[in-house]
């Protein structure tokens, strides 16, 4: 029964035992003083029980109240009720359901802090999607990876990654139920993703996985390139040593002045094949940190001096015009002068090989960003494609093949690693038939 039905049946009890005193006292007759004394009687028991019941009703109150409070999310641990009055048992067994509740609640979050630990530390593309399509959750890598912002969530997958390949696999898992994986090329910036979409256990939707293979297929590339490159550099030189030998075993040697040649000849494609081989053992040296460097406060105004004035032979004979220009006053830095004399004769030298006669080659010097010097060697030459351009540091990549001769291809790799070596950073503009710029910084 409940509390309003009891306070209803104490009521009315109180109006009947009046009536009945009433009804008795009349027939009777009491006396006045005696009647009114029952029915004083009867109605201070009937409120005093009155009374009692709205201890009932306030329990209930309590209850209903603490019950609304967890279903609208108030944290179970702040819902505790004091387990008195007639309700003390359904209070204690409310309090034992909230604090499990609770050790249940911390339980997920701390398993879900976990999981976004994991998903936001792993190098993959993670995307959580519903039977809608609809992206719930996206890793940190997945934004920076696809570029998004932070309004991913809530949107159809297409609308986030607007690429129909990932679309098909991700429509294909939900339709199906069951995984997908494929490749996917992004041709309008030559990007390369691995893509798994697997439904999760017992519940409608996917998880969707992209691996970046972007930078693995450009190394691949370059391995083949490097296999094929240094195939080709070492065919051209050894053909035509054995084209001379066999020349001269055949009867040329018997000729002097053919034999002198000849064997001239042979000198010169052996020193190609020395040198060539040297380079690689001392790229190999440079980027397994084998060659350490021997770094000493390095003026660079005398410095560059002298390193032009040692090219300027060179540009001379290939009617050039060879000029520096360093800012005055710059503070010395800590650099192995050797290796950076060898990065600054590369460079004149290609520009020096690749600049008409008539052009210019300007050195300069100056301050960059505040704590590094950035040095320049600007040509007016026959410049770099754009297609070339990304490629020119790699070993034996030549960017014009057709003037590529007389050079192994290694001299700007090993330019490149030696700047790192220095902390510093080597790149390159250019505009094809206007000339090239190159560029590299030694931090202060």
Avoid: W
């Avoid at 290939?318 to 800590?334: C, F, I, K, M, Y």
């Amino acid at each position: 029964m409940t509390s309003t039905s009891i306070r209803s049946l104490i009521l009315f009890t109180v109006v009947a035992i009046a009536a009945v005193l009433t009804v008795v006292g009349f027939i009777r007759g009491f006396s006045l003083t005696l009647l009114i004394a029952g029915v004083a009687s009867a109605a201070t028991a009937a409120v005093s029980m009155y009374f009692f019941v709205p201890s009932m009703t306030e329990d209930e109150l309590e209850l209903e109240m603490a019950m609304k409070k967890l279903g609208g999310g108030e944290p179970p641990d702040k819902l505790r009720l004091v387990a008195i009055g007639e309700l003390a048992d359904l209070k204690h067994t409310f309090n034992e359901m909230t604090k499990q509740l609770g050790d249940r609640l911390r339980s997920l979050e701390s398993e879900n802090s976990r999981l976004e630990l994991m998903m936001d530390n792993v190098a993959d593309a993670i995307f959580v999607v519903n039977r809608y399509s609809e992206v719930t959750k996206v890793n940190d890598t997945a934004t920076k990876m696809f570029g998004l912002g932070s309004n991913a969530v809530g949107r159809t997958f297409i609308d986030v990654i607007r690429d129909h390949e990932f679309d098909a696999l991700v429509k294909a898992c939900l339709a199906s139920g069951t995984r997908q994986q494929g490749s996917v090329e992004i041709r309008s910036n030559r990007r390369f993703f691995e893509v798994t979409v697997t439904p999760p256990k017992n519940e409608p939707g996917a998880v969707v996985v992209v691996r970046d293979l972007t930078e693995i297929k450009r190394l691949e590339r370059v391995r083949r390139d490097f296999v094929a490159n240094i195939s080709h550099e070492l065919r051209t030189p050894l053909a035509s040593l054995k084209l001379l030998a066999e020349t001269l075993k055949g009867g040329a040697i018997e000729d002097q002045s053919v034999a002198a040649d000849f064997l001239n000849r042979i000198e010169v494609e052996t020193d190609k094949l020395t040198q060539m081989v040297r380079e690689l053992g001392e790229l190999s040296r440079i980027e397994s940190g084998e060659a350490p460097l021997s770094k000493k406060p390095l003026d660079l105004g005398p410095f560059i001096n002298k390193v032009t004035e040692r090219m300027k032979p060179q540009s001379d004979r290939a009617e050039l015009v060879l000029s520096v220009d360093v800012t005055p006053g710059l503070r010395p830095v800590q650099a192995d002068a050797d290796r950076i004399e060898q990065v600054l004769v590369n460079l004149l030298h290609n520009a020096i090989k690749f600049t008409p006669a008539g052009g210019r080659i300007i050195v300069s010097a100056y301050p960059k960003n505040g704590n590094a010097i950035e040095i320049a060697v600007k040509d007016t030459g026959i410049g770099i494609s754009a297609e070339d351009l990304p490629r020119i540091f790699e070993r034996f990549y030549k960017a014009d093949k057709a003037r590529g001769g007389g050079g192994t291809g290694l001299g700007l790799a090993i330019a490149k690693h030696i700047v790192k070596a220095h902390g510093g950073e080597i790149r390159a503009e250019s505009v094809p038939g206007q000339g090239s710029t190159f560029y590299f910084t030694l931090p202060r």
